[in-house]
């Protein structure tokens, strides 16, 4: 049995009902189908699922609807938790995309229920769980502020418009970092981020290296630049090492930051706020169904 979640906001967006309806007049398995209407509703869901032995979970939504559900499934007994699978509905649909999971209803629906499953990571941020990104200052204030009609209108390029916006009076902050090999003070910078997957803020590529079943983290810094800058700061963010002049770049299974001041972090698009943040990666900690070749895995391509 399958068990499909959709995100409210969301459950009546063209094609969706009509993909539903399709998917069960041409599959012999059963679907049975819940609307979220606020938070918490996707892990009072997924209990109802376990319960009634659902093998696969369908998440419905965008990439806060797919962080809700790695919230909800960690909090889980390992042995307990079914099967995740996405259907891409939102806006920017970051890691749904970036694992090559198929974006139209249909297609996605069938997908969830015959595509092959693999184990992969999820990271966790003091007690809070994400599996895309967590973006912090500059990032997680363009998330956060981009008006909802800009984003509608836009899509995923609503982000990069706004970042140009707020990129002009955002001041840098200073962090000072610890992981297994390195202690940092990080100046002047504009964004950071913590990549489980590879690309936010709608199809930015962030951690071109990132694999979701490797155990490790990868983290990007970039620090102040200039208009001047911006093909220098390309050819870092594409060939990323930490000795870079503008993108800092390493790769490591934990990461301390700790800074004066709150910053604001983004996870997987929800928001977060804390002056120290321990994250950490738990490897193969849930079984996703994705494409045996998507560029995101490691071991499977």
Known sequence: MLYLVLNGKKATLPGVRDAILAFRKSSNER?????????GDVARFLGEAV?????????????????????????????????????????????ATACTIPNEPLEALRFAASGEVHPIDIAKANERHFINTATAGFGAKVTAETPVELKNFLGGGAYTLTGVLKALDFVPYQSKITTPEHA??????????????KQAGGGQMLAPLAKIDDGLLDVVAIREFTLMDIPQILREIQN?????????????????TASAEEIPVNLDGEPYHAKTIR??????AIRL??????????RHT
Not at 62 to 75: I, R, T, W
Not at 279 to 284: D, G, K, L, S, V
């Open 31 to 39: 679907l049975e189908v819940r609307v979220t209407f606020e938070y």
């Open 51 to 95: 319960s009634l032995e659902a093998r696969r979970f369908i998440i419905g939504g965008g990439d806060g609807s797919v962080n809700e559900s790695v919230d909800a499934l960690a909090a889980m007994p390992a042995q307990l938790r079914p099967e995740l699978a996405i259907m891409p509905l939102g806006t920017a649909n970051d890691f």
């Open 184 to 197: 940092l003070h990080l100046e002047k910078v504009l964004a950071g981020a913590i990549c489980n997957g």
């Open 240 to 256: 990323p090492t930490l000795e870079g002049t503008f993108v800092k770049y390493l790769q490591v299974p934990w990461i301390e």
């Open 279 to 284: 994250y950490e990666i738990i490897p193969n």
């Open 289 to 298: 169904v994705i494409p045996s070749n998507a560029p995101v895995l490691s």
